[in-house]
């Protein structure tokens, strides 16, 4: 597992850096955003479910049975879709209600 971010894609907002748990996430004097420690990484999501542009994936390995998958997210209202880049190109789009998904 790892986060990988394209920095062609990256327009330097920051929000990924101030909810990164770990403090793994900089500022480079690009403006891109690059993750200084990806060793740390825990893999917990909340980079890539802030990213305004789509730019941070989630690769799942083969350590976890993702063959080179990616996984990455989009906000549409209260509606955030997660979506799964397998590695043949198919994909996996799950939606979840924000507004529900505390509920049980
Ligand atoms: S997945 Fe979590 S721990 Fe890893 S870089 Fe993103 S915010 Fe930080
Ligand atoms: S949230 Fe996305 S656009 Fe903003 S700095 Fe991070 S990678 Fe770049």
Avoid: H
């Amino acid at each position: 597992m790892s986060i990988r971010i394209n920095k062609d894609e990256c327009i330097g907002c920051g929000k990924c850096q101030q909810v990164c748990p770990g403090s793994l996430i900089k500022i480079g004097d690009d403006n891109k955003a690059y993750i200084k420690y990806p060793k740390d990484c825990w893999g917990c999501t909340s980079c890539i479910k802030e990213c305004p542009v789509d730019a941070l994936r989630f690769y799942l390995g083969a350590d976890i049975g993702g063959k080179g998958s990616s996984l990455y997210t989009q906000k549409r209202g209260d509606i955030l879709k997660w979506i799964v880049v397998k590695f043949d190109g198919s994909r996996i789009i799950t939606d979840i209600n924000t507004k529900e998904s505390n509920k049980y």
